[in-house]
């Protein structure tokens, strides 16, 4: 835990975060020079940092930040466009704030002079001696700039005690200002809340302050309200505009006017220098290019689409689960009706409620792509200070997991990652040695299977070394000396706390910290690890996490007199267990189903059913990961779209469940965990045949 | 008219501090020591900008912010947090309870000022 009283901490861990995020917008700039949203990201990290550090007595950083900040400044404004070069000096220049914050004593200052040089060879700007670092005062680039201004507030504001008028005031203030109030979005009076907001200004403004104020002045209400800030650029218009702009002609003339102008392309075919359907190939590519552009920005989070707080998604989610509850009731009561016109009704409702479902579930869904993106600098910088050669493949990014499971999967990501470079991945002499190529590979994937999503991290290093677990195993005492295990248990003890094969403590891994955090994370999400590893081949880390659904189709089982639901889509078949199967064995309980051998589990017997055993057993055959198992039960009911109602703190502890569910009838079925009533399953077998 | 700031800290020094910059800009303070003690002064009325932290016994500023916005009195009140929390989930948490502004801490006393002047006007 970090003291969260010394605000010199506060600040650092503040600034980390900026620099991530800092990061995160220049890797993507360089895809996408264009995107507004990443260059304000990476000014308002700059400014932060600026701002925040010289409060905290990182004068140095302050200083240095500054310069950096100007170059964004200077293309946010259209004045330079951020080429790569201009982004190779601000990741650099990011590593050295870091550095003058991590440690201002031990920073290599010739380093920093270099930055700032080659920022000032990028901008242009005529600086001067850029060692000195002195912050220059803002009101310095002030030459008087023109504003355009958009505001919007919430609808919400005025409860939440924003008083969009003072924030006018601010503005008139700053300079001078032409406000225009809109009131398109005024409700006819007897609608009008006195509480809600229904109003947007316009206000163009001549102020020598830099944007940066302007945005200051909106810094509590920018998340919620509708808020443009454009530069007014007259060179940059078409002369129309600045004519209707101005007034001197109606915005209507203009346009008519430029109807009856020829396009550049007609132009072009007239006089015979191309024909039509060149042009049309030409435009077709031109809308293609566009919408491939739109498409890359759909991928960006969150930063261009409307936010909506959690809760509300939540409310969502649970009025659906409600209405899936009710129409399932309304099903029931139609069932033994005979008529017609209502059950078609019913079937409506259903199709609709399913869909309703659907899409609820489809708003929290984030592709896993934006999470896989962060680990590219990460890699990148890993295998440089390792001096390793290692190449990043993806696949399956556009995965969709919830939103909240993608953000806990970070750390554990990152853990894994740095463990496969650090110990997984050979220097290339000895890659070469073995006879592998010099670049080492790491592989980073994501599909659906059945119930879960896989995520596996997999490396063509060196592999685990089965020796060195087993001996630091029996050394900690965790297994028997001799003890026989497979190769997939042996595995697992790398998650156990403090478990360290590492001969060396590197900066990256070694210490025995981390995996065990991997261990923690999943569980918490419900999830499962495996791993795999061939010596000299490598290693396959596969994370198993459930789709985190609100409401699933589910199996409805009945075990003695109590109703069970298990996930559909890990359902593979139901058989009839033969009478002569169900005779105890010595060993396990297995099945042969068409040539393969699948164990079950009986779960009268593990839920201590009272009532007698049906004459006829049936047999669930589920799939979990790359195993089958059966789980034999009573009666099969049939399928049921199935609201999972989280169990209470009380019963936080029976793995076995995984929730509850409200059946049409008005009763409450439990939500079998597969995954953990299987381990669960494999414990408890062997201890009864003991006994 | 002086405006009255009720300000919400466990911490007395703190509160101390609070206190000593709003009421040097003209402004009259009421402290109260956790979220409960706050709603009860609320209640009392005359309250024209409410200042909390967020982490305190009994009842917690995101508590509190949710109890005053249920109150009529309260809808258009300017409420301002103090956070020392990096982690924006909190920050957001609490503006969806209907905060208006924060302060990031620690802060200076001109910051303090300058918030306060901005959700409370001149």
């Known amino acids: 835990m970090t003291d969260s009283n010394d605000p010199t901490q506060t600040f650092r861990e503040e600034a980390a975060e900026l620099l991530a995020d800092l990061e995160t917008a220049l890797l993507s700039l360089e895809e996408r020079p264009d ?3 990443l260059l304000d990201t990476a000014f308002r990290a700059l400014h932060t940092l600026k701002g925040s550090g010289a409060m905290f007595g990182f004068g140095a950083m302050a200083a240095f930040t500054h310069h950096l900040e100007n170059a964004f400044d200077q293309v946010r404004r259209g004045l330079m466009a951020p080429n790569s070069a201009l982004i190779d000096v601000a990741l650099a220049s990011k590593d050295h704030i870091r550095g003058l914050i991590e440690h201002p004593d031990r920073v290599n200052k010739e380093e920093g002079a270099r930055l700032l040089d080659l920022m000032a060879k990028q901008t242009g700007a005529a600086s001067g001696p850029t060692g000195s670092g002195t912050v220059t ?26 008083n969009p008028l003072l924030l006018l005031d601010e503005l008139r203030a700053m300079g001078s200002a032409t406000v225009v109030t809109l009131t398109e979005a005024l409700p006819p009076v007897e609608e009008i809340n006195p509480n809600r907001c229904y109003l947007a200004w ?16 909106f810094i509590f209400v920018v998340d919620d309200s509708e808020l443009t800030i454009d530069p007014v650029d007259p060179e940059a218009k078409r002369i129309g505009e600045i004519l209707a702009d101005r007034g001197e002609v109606a915005a209507d003339t203009v346009t008519d006017a430029v109807g009856r102008q020829k396009k550049l392309g007609q132009l072009l ?22 919408n491939k552009t739109d498409a890359a920005k759909a991928v960006v989070p969150a930063s261009n689409s409307i936010r909506v707080p959690a809760e509300r998604l939540d409310d969502l989610m649970d009025q659906v689960g409600e209405l899936v509850i009710s129409h399932a009731r309304l099903k029931q009561l139609v069932a033994s009706s005979a008529d017609l016109q209502i059950k078609s009704v019913t079937e409506e409702i259903e199709r609709l409620s399913n869909g309703l479902r659907d899409t609820a579930i489809g708003i929290r869904m984030v592709p896993i792509g934006t999470l896989f993106g962060r680990f590219r600098r990460l890699v990148r910088d890993l295998s440089q200070d390792m001096a390793k050669d290692v190449s990043l493949t993806m696949s399956g990014e556009e995965t969709e997991l919830d939103k909240t499971m993608i953000e806990r999967l970070n750390d554990p990501l990152v853990h894994i990652i740095r463990n496969s470079l650090d110990h997984g991945l050979e220097k290339a002499e000895e890659r070469q040695a073995a006879g592998k190529p010099p670049q080492g590979l790491i592989h980073l994937s994501a599909r659906h299977a059945g119930t879960q999503v896989l995520i596996s991290i997999k490396d063509d290093g060196r592999g685990l070394n089965r020796d060195r677990i087993r001996a630091k195993a029996e050394e900690q005492e965790l297994i028997q000396p001799g003890a026989r295990l497979s190769d997939a248990d042996l595995f697992q003890l790398i998650f156990q706390p403090g478990f360290s094969t590492a001969k060396a403590v590197t900066s990256l891994s070694g210490r025995g910290v981390g995996m065990d955090v991997v261990k923690r994370t999943i569980d918490s999400l419900r999830g499962t690890i495996d791993v795999t590893s061939t010596p000299g081949a490598g290693t396959e880390i596969t994370l198993g996490l459930p789709l985190t659904l609100a ?3 589910g199996l409805l089982v009945r075990v003695g007199a109590g109703r069970f639901v298990m996930p559909l889509s890990a359902v593979e078949e139901c058989v009839e267990l033969p009478v002569k199967e169900d005779v105890r064995h010595t060993g396990r309980n297995f099945l042969n189903i068409r040539g393969s051998l699948v164990p079950f589990i009986r779960l009268r017997e593990m839920f201590s059913s009272p009532l007698p055993a049906d004459p006829y057993q049936k047999v669930v055959i589920i799939s979990v990961g790359e195993r089958r198992v059966g789980l034999v039960v009573d009666q099969v009911l049939g399928d049921h779209q ?14 076995a469940f ?26 408890f077998e062997p201890r009864r045949n003991v006994s | 008219m002086t405006k009255t700031i009720l300000s919400v800290d466990d911490s007395a020094s703190m509160r101390l501090l609070v206190k000593m910059t709003l009421s040097g800009a003209g402004y009259d303070v009421v402290e109260a020591i956790d979220g409960k003690d706050a709603l009860t002064k609320a209640k009392a009325g005359g309250v024209h900008m409410v200042l909390t932290d967020l982490n305190m016994p009994n009842m917690d500023g995101l508590a509190l912010i949710r109890e005053l916005r249920c109150l009529p009195a309260y809808k258009g009140v300017p409420i301002v947090f103090l956070t020392t929390e990096s982690d924006a989930g909190k920050k957001n948490e609490a503006k969806a309870a209907g905060a208006t502004a924060w302060i990031v801490k620690p802060f200076q006393q001109d910051q303090l000022l300058g918030v306060t002047r901005k959700v409370l006007g001149p």
Not at chain 1, 145 to 151: A, D, E, K, S, V
Not at chain 1, 202 to 217: F, K, N
Not at chain 1, 277 to 287: D, G, M, N, V
């Open chain 1, 551 to 553: 409401i699933i189709d």
């Open chain 1, 269 to 290: 075919v007239d006089d015979g220098a191309v024909t039509e359907e060149r042009i049309h190939s030409a435009l077709a590519e031109q809308a293609h290019v566009r």
């Open chain 1, 137 to 162: 005062a803002d009101k310095d680039l002030g030459t008087p700039g023109t504003w355009r201004i958009r505001f919007r507030p919430a609808p919400d504001a005025l409860e939440r005690g924003t």
């Open chain 1, 35 to 37: 995107d507004r949203d």
């Open chain 1, 658 to 683: 995984s929730g509850a569910t409200i059946l049409g009838d008005g009763s409450v079925a439990l939500i079998l965990d597969i995954g953990h009533l299987v381990a669960l399953g494999q414990t």
């Open chain 1, 642 to 655: 199935t609201v999972i109602k989280s169990l209470s703190q009380l019963h936080a502890d029976t793995k």
């Open chain 1, 202 to 217: 316009d206000i163009v403004l001549t102020t020598t302050q830099p944007r940066s104020a302007i945005e200051d002045v």
